[in-house]
Structures are given as structure tokens and as C-alpha cells.
């Protein structure tokens, strides 16, 4: 076979495994599904690693690698190319192919039962178009106590992560023994620390509007009674809830303090809490007619263009 047939064939190659990413991409849309590649990056930022060590030259299989370092934009789940501006280097490696040219190994991680890829993205995707089950690779290790499988999401991991925190800050507190906690739940990572950082101002002023120590216990179950609850019932009378369908309630009571912490700074301290819930209600509505109106616009203008 002759370098020129090679490079026509490589050229059909990268034209099949791209249409058929297009295609999957649609299909995703259509069935809300996810073809996304796993975010190296996004997933050690949920988890904690304990250790990790060097496990050197492996035969890994090509199924069980479903993330990268850098390129999870660049492929989808079964690492076919995503953008056109990869076929140069795509063909290239997919030529090696046809030649019999041996290529260095890959280089993973590896967490769990899956694998990311550091380097050797192009590599895993023509391997898996020409039917490879198997690839080589050099492997690194990271040990993490939270089991993770070809199954796990990042919304999986987010999800125990919060719920470790949840876990760790009930430890400290023991708030779940003193009042009904079911409110207490976050969508999103590192609210527990927010909360415990309220608790310890509220204590703070309690001290000084009393003249008097406070324990933790007294400041918190002050907090409790006095923020947190009325806070949480502003925002369902308000239905804050139906403007934020993806956040909880004690998502929108760290936000609506945040925003009430603003208001007072420009308003010298003058606005009561169901004031500030109102108005953040208010604000919120602005913004997303002003997002809505925006992608009309812009879609208006697209079209307009074509």
C-alpha cells in the first residue's frame, strides 16, 4: 500500500469516527444523555487522595479508559474527535497505524477501576475506531477511599462529597440532636463550612449585643432559630425555590445572606430579612429576563448572519 492510498484511507477514517461523533452528539441531545469524557481535573478536585505510586508499564483495557487530563473537550466518552482541527494529528497517528509503526505507550491514571489519559488522547481514539480492545500504557496510580467505577459521574462524586461534609459537620455540631435538620441540605461543595463560619459571627455578636460569652451550642441554636429557620420559610413563602429549580433551599439561604450582607452595607443596616428576601426575588427576576432576552437576541443575530 502506497503512501498516497494510506492517506486517503486515514482521511476516511478520521471522516467516519468524526460523523459518527456529530451523530451521538445529536442523539445525546435529543435523549438528554451525557457522551462527555470524565474530567481528570474535576474529579481530584471532589475527591482526596490518600497516595500514589507508580505501577510502570501495564496493558490496560481500551473500555476502562473514560477520562483525560487536558483533551475531555476534544473527544467524547468513546474518544471519538469532536472538532476537525484534530485530524492532522488524528491521520497522522492513524497512518502509524497502517504502517506498523510502534508508538511509545499512553500514559494514564489510574483511580479506581477507570483510567484517565495524561498523554495519548489521539492514540486511544484511533485504537478504539481500528477495533483494538487492549493498548499499552504507563500507569500512576491515585488511591482515594471513595470507590469509584466505569459508573460513577461527577455528579455522583459531588453528591458523596457533600454528603461527607454533611456527615463531618453533624460530627462537630451535633445539631441533628437539638432541631429538625431536613432543610439542611446542599447542591453544592463547601456550604458546611459557610454555615459553621455564620454560626461563629452569630456568636461573635451575640457576645456583644449581651455583653456575655456564648458556647458554640447557645450561638448556634440562636443562629438556628433566628436565620437560618425564618430565612428558609421567607424563601418558600417567596417560592424562590421555582426561580432555582436545580438549588435547594438551603442553597438560596447562603445566597440570600450573602445578598442581604450587601444591601445592608449599602443601605447602613436599615433592611429586615423578608425585605431583603423580597428584593433578592426582585434582582433574581431581572436576571434571568435579562438572560432569556439576551439568547434571543444572540440567536436572532446568528440567524440574521446566516
Do not use: C
Not at 481535573?41 to 479508559?65: H, L, S
Amino acid at each position: 500500500m502506497n503512501n498516497i492510498s494510506i492517506k486517503n484511507i486515514t482521511k476516511e477514517d478520521f471522516n467516519k469516527a468524526f460523523f459518527k461523533s456529530q451523530i451521538e452528539r445529536i442523539l445525546n441531545r435529543i435523549f438528554k444523555t451525557n457522551d462527555s469524557l470524565l474530567s481528570f481535573r474535576e474529579i481530584v478536585g471532589y475527591i482526596k487522595i490518600n497516595n500514589q505510586y507508580y505501577k510502570g508499564m501495564q496493558v490496560v483495557k481500551i473500555k476502562d479508559i473514560l477520562g483525560s487530563e487536558d483533551r475531555y473537550r476534544d473527544f467524547n466518552k468513546k474518544f471519538l474527535p469532536k472538532r476537525q482541527e484534530l485530524r492532522n494529528r488524528w491521520e497522522s497517528i492513524d497512518e502509524a497505524h497502517y504502517k506498523d509503526i510502534i508508538l511509545p505507550p499512553i500514559h494514564l491514571y489510574q483511580i479506581g477501576n477507570i483510567y484517565f489519559v495524561r498523554d495519548g488522547n489521539h492514540r486511544v481514539s484511533v485504537a478504539k475506531l481500528q477495533g483494538k480492545e487492549f493498548i499499552d500504557a504507563e500507569v500512576i496510580e491515585l488511591k482515594t477511599d471513595i470507590k469509584i467505577t466505569a459508573n460513577t459521574t461527577v455528579e455522583d462524586l459531588k453528591n458523596i462529597v457533600i454528603e461527607e461534609e454533611r456527615k463531618s459537620f453533624l460530627e462537630v455540631t451535633k445539631l441533628d440532636e437539638y432541631r429538625d435538620i431536613s432543610t439542611l441540605h446542599f447542591s453544592f461543595i463547601g456550604k458546611f463550612d459557610q454555615i459553621y463560619s455564620h454560626i461563629e459571627v452569630h456568636k461573635y455578636f451575640l457576645g456583644i449585643e449581651n455583653n456575655r460569652d456564648f458556647t458554640f451550642l447557645e450561638a448556634m441554636l440562636s443562629w438556628y432559630d433566628r436565620f437560618f429557620i425564618p430565612i428558609i420559610e421567607e424563601i418558600k413563602n417567596e417560592k424562590l425555590l421555582k426561580l432555582f429549580p436545580d438549588m435547594t433551599a438551603a442553597d438560596l439561604y447562603v445566597l440570600t445572606i450573602k445578598y442581604w450582607d450587601e444591601l445592608k452595607v449599602e443601605t447602613g443596616d436599615s433592611v429586615n430579612l423578608s425585605d431583603a428576601v423580597k428584593s433578592y426575588k426582585k434582582q433574581q427576576k431581572k436576571e434571568n429576563k435579562k438572560t432569556f432576552f439576551g439568547l434571543f437576541k444572540n440567536k436572532n443575530q446568528e440567524m440574521e448572519k446566516k
